[in-house]
């Protein structure tokens, strides 16, 4: 009995040390794991307590409407919080990329808001027009009234070569310049001396298609290499779900300055917006080199054309009205769109930023038939405004090729390249469109300028839309019969 007793006081003796040790251990592991976690969740917890102060700062640009987004953001993050607190907190760095995006979208929209309050809110200048501020007595009452504004007398010019942009700017009615004949016959007739089929594929079998189609009509194409936006400038675009209007909304962050720019914001170029400008630029900067003169035409490889195209074309470019200006030696040249995208009718006759649509474009249509007299043959086009887009088909004189480039370079504000009509207008030079349209756009697939252009894929409801007419007039230039339409 004494033997077993001593034997296991032994044993005790030697197992003691290594339990308490084993134990201290594993507090200690315990303990780092918690201080750990406690530092992440300390972080994540601060991330959520500055965004209050976030959604106050970062004000970097032209951003307006709604608070939902940063809301949204608050949500989301809070959730990712409660749903990865158990997997080591790898998500931080995505919560707080969306805590900085969200924080950005809330505060530049609140700084519109304001502005358009600002604007709205009703202020008595101290000063109008130069006049001094006067005071009126009424009772015991001084009401502040101003003198008339002084209303500046616009020019009536005897004759415009654009009516409708000038409607627009002026609210003038005013008659249509006579086209000048060039001095000399143009050889070409207006023909054009070059013309290019834009493709981001030198394989294409689209641009292939297009290059024999129009070969077989007396327009020798080149294939010109267009600059792929996506590829260039695609991970610089990315979307947040906007509670307000419940969808995504597409943003750009710059890589140079980390300026946020909301998709409905003025400056936003998608990717395929900002590739199709860099492949202008490419071009016209090359047509400048080579001191390219007389006119060119220039498609897009998803453009159709007139079944007839050859006799069509000959026609509306002896028209003088429609065609002199595109002549390889006309006098001041301009633009021809072969077919056009307008998307609107306008609230013409009264102005405004939606005055311009089809409404404008039908009394400019009716200006021109009046301009030519009771038996002129209806016109066979009619004058760009600013809801006139499309460049899918545009014969483009020399004379404005160096004015197109410049405006590409300029780098402030930049717009799709279509928005560039009324400039060319404003500048003197003719801009008119084909109407009925000689050309349309294939949009039978997604647009790789905007892929947000889903509604685009209904070719009927774009003819109607357009008034592209009967698209059976259209030829597959794959085929060179009429389009089949599913």
Not at 88 to 105: I, P, R
Not at 137 to 155: F, L, S
Not at 217 to 242: A, P
Not at 333 to 362: F, H, M, Q
Request: charged letters at 20%.
């Amino acid at each position: 009995m004494g033997d077993r007793r001593s034997g296991s006081s032994r044993s005790s003796s030697v197992q003691i040390p290594w339990f308490w040790a084993a134990l201290l251990v594993g507090c200690a592991f315990l303990g780092v794991v918690w201080r750990k976690a406690s530092y992440r969740i300390d972080s994540l917890q601060h991330q959520l307590d500055l965004v209050s102060v976030q959604l106050q700062g970062n004000v970097q640009a032209r951003v307006g409407g709604g608070a939902a987004l940063g809301n949204r953001a608050i949500g989301e993050v809070q959730s990712l919080v409660e749903e990865n607190l158990q997997s080591q907190f790898g998500f931080q760095e995505q919560a707080q990329l969306l805590l900085k995006v969200a924080a950005e979208v809330k505060a530049l929209r609140k700084v519109q808001t304001d502005s358009s309050r600002r604007r709205a809110s009703p202020q008595a200048p101290s000063a109008i027009s130069g006049g001094a501020r006067v005071q009126i007595a009424v009772g015991n009452r001084v009401e502040p009234t101003t003198p008339a504004p002084i209303v500046k007398t616009i020019p009536r010019p005897s004759c415009v070569n654009n009516p409708a942009i000038h409607y627009e700017n002026t609210g003038q009615i005013i008659e249509e310049c006579k086209p000048k004949p060039p001095a000399t016959p143009d050889p070409q007739k207006g023909w054009p001396t070059k013309a290019y089929v834009l493709t981001l594929n030198m394989e294409s079998q689209a641009m292939k298609d297009r290059q024999k189609y129009l070969g077989k009509n007396g327009i020798r194409v080149d294939s010109f290499e267009g600059v792929n936006g996506r590829d260039l400038w695609g991970s610089e675009y990315d979307y947040i779900y906007d509670e307000a209007v419940k969808q995504n909304v597409t943003y750009h962050r710059s890589p140079d300055t980390g300026a946020l720019t909301l998709k409905d914001q003025p400056g936003f170029l998608t990717a395929g917006e900002r590739g199709y400008r860099g492949t202008m630029r490419k071009l016209f900067g090359r047509l400048l080199l080579k001191k390219v003169t007389g006119n060119v035409l220039v498609m897009d490889d998803d453009a159709l054309f007139d079944c007839d195209i050859w006799n069509k074309l000959k026609e509306l470019l002896a028209d003088q009205r429609c065609g002199s200006h595109v002549q390889s030696n006309a006098e001041n040249g301009g633009v021809l769109l072969l077919g056009s995208a307008i998307w609107i009718n306008g609230t013409y006759p009264e102005r405004g930023n939606y005055c311009a649509g089809w409404k404008l474009t039908d009394a400019d249509l009716k200006w021109a038939k009046q301009n030519g007299g009771e038996t002129a043959n209806p016109p066979m086009c009619f004058n760009a405004h600013r809801k006139t887009f499309g460049t899918f088909a545009v014969i483009y004189h020399s004379s404005v090729f160096q004015r197109i480039f410049d405006w590409l370079v300029e780098g402030t504000n930049p717009k799709p390249f279509d928005h560039i009509f009324p400039e060319i207008s404003k500048a003197g030079h003719i801009v008119r469109v084909a109407y009925p349209p000689l050309a349309v756009q294939d949009v039978r697939h997604e647009s790789q300028i905007d892929a947000s252009r889903r509604a685009q894929h209904d070719m009927s409801w774009r003819a109607k839309m357009h008034r592209w007419g009967d698209l059976q007039k259209f030829c597959d230039p794959s085929t060179s019969k009429p389009i089949a339409l599913d």
